[in-house]
């Protein structure tokens, strides 16, 4: 299985992955425990918030089935978010309701 390590390290991220097949769950360390946050699908994203923000990244994503990822570089997201500026804003309002969601615990709900 493919595995995306997203934390337990100073990695800023530098890329955001799109899942073209399979699932993923995201999951993070609170207290020692792990804690599932969300199990992604086709057609959903991760690691925008690191990207966006320079900052390390939050939580892991890890393969629960074989999957195709789409890997996005900082500098052509950029690239791409120059000439669509409705691309920033869906990823910025993806990040706004992640971010609610991980300041007041909540889980996100895995898509149906």
């Given at each position: 299985m493919l595995e995306?390590?997203?934390?337990?390290?100073?990695?800023?991220?530098?890329?955001?992955?799109?899942?073209?097949?399979?699932?993923?769950?995201?999951?993070?360390?609170?207290?020692?425990?792990?804690?599932d946050l969300a199990t992604l699908l086709a057609g959903d994203f991760f690691g925008e918030s690191a990207l966006l923000h320079a900052v390390p990244r939050t939580a892991s994503c890890?393969?629960?089935?074989?999957?195709?990822?789409?890997?996005?570089?900082?500098?052509?997201?950029?690239?791409?978010?120059?000439?669509?500026?409705?691309?920033?804003?869906?990823?910025?309002?993806a990040d706004r309701r992640r971010g609610a969601e991980r300041s007041q615990g909540m889980r996100r709900p895995s898509p149906a």
């Open positions: 995306v390590q997203t934390c337990g390290s100073s990695d800023l991220g530098d890329s955001l992955y799109l899942v073209a097949r399979g699932v993923v769950r995201v999951s993070r360390k609170d207290e020692g425990a792990t804690r890890q393969a629960v089935t074989p999957c195709a990822l789409y890997e996005l570089r900082r500098d052509d997201l950029e690239a791409v978010m120059a000439v669509s500026p409705s691309m920033r804003a869906a990823l910025e309002d």
